[in-house]
């Protein structure tokens, strides 16, 4: 494990369970990124429905170009960017399983998983194992994406 940095993990992780959080408390809605995204193409949504998935959307892009610009360093990547098609492939198979399991790693694992929803705890075991075999293929099979 080369790029394990537990401090910034640690911040990335409380500050998605505080704006999942917040999102709750203050609105009643979970923040599944997956979710949120399908919500700003489903044509039945209008105005308001759209206007908050936007926004949230707008946070985490903001949240991303901040770091981006004040800590630059955070961003580095320490492994070697995988193949344009695998990428493409991967985040197809990504898609597929969001829907198959009715949400992400975010509205499951976070916020499923806070509010001990059994539904959430199989899902993200399942998202987990998969994550965990496709790195393995990907790094030792076929050997792709190993650190540089």
């Not at 500050?15 to 039945?44: C, E, P, Y």
């Not at 695998?86 to 969001?98: D, E, K, Q, W």
Request: aromatic share 6%.
């Amino acid at each position: 494990m080369t790029s394990f940095t537990p401090l910034t993990a640690l911040a990335g992780g409380a500050l998605i369970g505080v704006a999942a959080s917040i999102l709750l408390a203050l609105d009643g809605r979970v923040a599944g990124i997956s979710g949120i995204v399908g919500g700003l193409f489903d044509r039945s949504a209008k105005g308001e429905e759209k206007d908050w998935r936007g926004a949230f959307l707008g946070g985490l892009f903001a949240g991303g170009l901040a770091v981006a610009f004040l800590a630059r360093e955070a961003l580095t990547p320490s492994i070697a960017a995988p193949p344009a098609a695998l990428t493409i492939v991967a985040g197809l198979l990504v898609g597929a399983g969001t829907q198959i399991g009715q949400g992400c790693t975010s509205g499951h694992g976070v916020c499923g998983l806070s509010r001990l929803s059994k539904r959430s705890l199989v899902a993200t075991i399942t998202f987990m194992a998969v994550a965990m075999a496709s790195t393995f293929v990907v790094r030792h099979v076929l050997h792709l994406g190993a650190p540089s």
